[in-house]
């Protein structure tokens, strides 16, 4: 299987917490947290489509202005999570530049800017065009879970306890489409675009009966075949469990939210979760709202994920990190 997700942390662990997801095969990404985004190219940035913020501490949301610099003038909606407040955060933000020069540019950027709360996903839209006021304020039910819904990936959120509301986040791929190599040759078809158009018509459930245009070479000349969905489907496709990845940060282990964690990450393929503290730090820990490695090792492991990556380092163990990486890793093993 070749996986569709490519996450990576923005900044090494000691650094702000960030993560960026690629997308294969497609000029798309996904960007959770919004810290200092100096690693990112701006060619990456425009490849992101949605934004997830965990909550708005300035290590957080402080590349918030570089991200908006970097797609201001673009024809482009993207879409931003965040927690209670976010929206008034957002307009913050935007309310602290001039906008006066906005008609001279032809392409517009829209902003959808949305707050999960407990009990409904508040919307806000910010255009450009109208100078980012704040527009079309409207409610949606939420159920708890599901933030984003697409035919082939949505992602979860979960509203955890910083003595702010954080969110966690899980991106589900829904299930993953496998090509066939050897049913490529057999049928004697080119890889190309057209699979992209294949695996989009499998994902959003199209009828065995839809045309799939391919393109052939026939005598050196290109020309175009047509052939059943589901003709395809059963030759060169194999259905598989997709990939789970989550992010959790700036979170602390209660009672109350260690079930909240668990749930949401649940056989995650890859957790990204916080230790900014040594296990033995745990009474600073529980002060601050944050995480231990131990504790982070019992949740990815009490949720039967299938790897551990931490970060979000406190620079007070700079000198240690090695530590950091072991004592969670142990604990996770269950060593
Ligand atoms: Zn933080
Ligand atoms: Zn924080």
Known sequence: MKPILH??????????????????????????????????????????????????????????????????????????????????????????????????????LTLEVVEVRPDRLRRATFRAIEKFQRSDERDEPFDGGVILDEPALSVSAAILEHRVPCLGFALKEKFHVNINKDGLTSMQLEPGEWLNRLKQNIYEGASDETSVQVPVTVNGTQETQEFALGTLKEKLVTITEGQKIAYVTDTVYTPENVPRIVELVREADLLFCESPFIAEEEDRALERRHLTTRQAGLLAREAGVKQLQTFHYSKRHSHQTDLLVREAQETFRGE
Request: aromatic share 14%; charged share 25%; proline share 5%.
């Open 7 to 108: 996450p990576s942390l923005v900044n090494d662990p000691l650094g702000d917490p960030g993560l960026f997801v690629q997308f294969l095969y497609e000029k798309r990404a996904f960007l959770f947290d919004l810290g200092d985004l100096s690693p990112l190219t701006n060619a990456d940035l425009l490849k992101v489509t949605h934004v997830f913020v965990s909550h708005t501490h300035i290590d957080h949301f402080i590349g918030f202005d570089r991200f908006l610099r970097i797609v201001f003038g673009r024809d482009k909606t993207i879409t931003l999570y965040g927690p209670e407040n976010f929206i008034a955060n957002v307009e913050g933000k935007l309310a602290g530049f001039t906008w006066n020069l906005v008609d001279r540019y032809e392409e517009s």
